[in-house]
């Protein structure tokens, strides 16, 4: 995982981080990720941050990087949210991808939490 690619798509982002960019950590984590309470899999790609998959060649990761990240995006793994005054709404980041859009013209408060040392795990990690 590394903020690069949203970094070279996104002007706003790639100018608070700078030159920050370039000594950015980048991080290892597992292809399917397991939920520390429920312990369904998940997958852990995202077109922001997800840049290889390790153990195979990286044509290879890139061709299943991307039959992955079209797969995500089937309509039977996806929940449609309209807000409504009032409306709260949560989500767990650890095995879901949220993605905006802007089809209100009312203004939103929004709050996030992090969960503090949790760690990404995958099944081989479970055992």
């Known amino acids: 995982h590394s903020i690069r690619p949203l970094a070279a798509r996104s002007p706003a982002v790639n100018k608070v981080l700078g030159d920050r960019i370039n000594t950015w950590p980048t ?4 292809l399917v990720e397991v939920h520390p309470v429920t312990g369904a899999k998940a997958l852990n790609v995202n077109a922001n941050w997800t840049t290889e ?32 005054l009032g409306d709260v709404a949560f989500w767990d980041n650890r095995t879901s991808l949220h993605c905006a859009i802007g ?6 408060i929004m709050k996030r939490v992090a969960f503090v040392g949790h760690k ?8």
Do not use: C
Request: charged letters at 30%; aromatic letters at 10%; a positive charge.
């Open 53 to 84: 998959i390790q153990g195979v060649s990286r044509e290879e990761g890139q061709l299943l990087l991307g039959f992955l990240l079209e797969h995500i995006k089937r309509p039977e793994f996806n929940v449609r949210f309209r807000w409504n």
């Open 27 to 30: 991080a290892v984590h597992p």
């Open 103 to 108: 089809d209100y013209n009312t203004k939103r």
């Open 120 to 127: 990404p795990r995958g099944p081989q990690d479970m055992q």
